[in-house]
């Protein structure tokens, strides 16, 4: 059974930094491309950074370019997505899943995600 698992949300200030993590479980993560996506209210998902399965080759939506940060463990079968600087307009509720890199093609279904919100 698939698992993905975020955790680290919480309410930052503008500026501020967040950390967020992705547990996976059920599947060989080392053979998937894994993605964060982001959903603000009343709009679609977003994807906001993506990691191939080596993680050789990262790519991040424009908005966050410069401020967000993707990386995994194969290993610990994680995927993190440090946020810094962030924005009111990062606000959103964040999720990990399993991807196709390059693509917006995702696998599976939507979980919990993690809240972020900035606000002062």
């Known amino acids: 059974q698939v698992r993905l698992v975020e955790s680290g949300g919480g309410l930052v200030q503008p500026g501020g930094s967040l950390r967020l993590s992705c547990a996976a479980s059920g599947f060989t993560f080392s053979d998937y491309a894994m993605s964060w996506f982001r959903q603000a209210p009343g709009q679609e998902h977003e994807l906001v950074a993506q990691?191939?399965?080596?993680?050789?080759?990262?790519n991040y939506a424009d908005s966050v370019k410069g401020r967000f940060t993707i990386s995994r463990d194969n290993v610990l079968n994680t995927v993190d997505l440090q946020m810094n600087n962030l924005r009111p307009e990062d606000t959103a509720v964040y999720y990990c899943?399993?991807?196709?890199?390059?693509?917006?093609?995702?696998?599976?279904?939507w979980g919990q995600g993690t809240q972020v919100t900035v606000s002062s």
């Open positions: 899943m399993r991807s196709i890199y390059g693509a917006r093609t995702v696998f599976g279904t």
């Open positions: 990691i191939i399965n080596t993680g050789s080759h990262t």
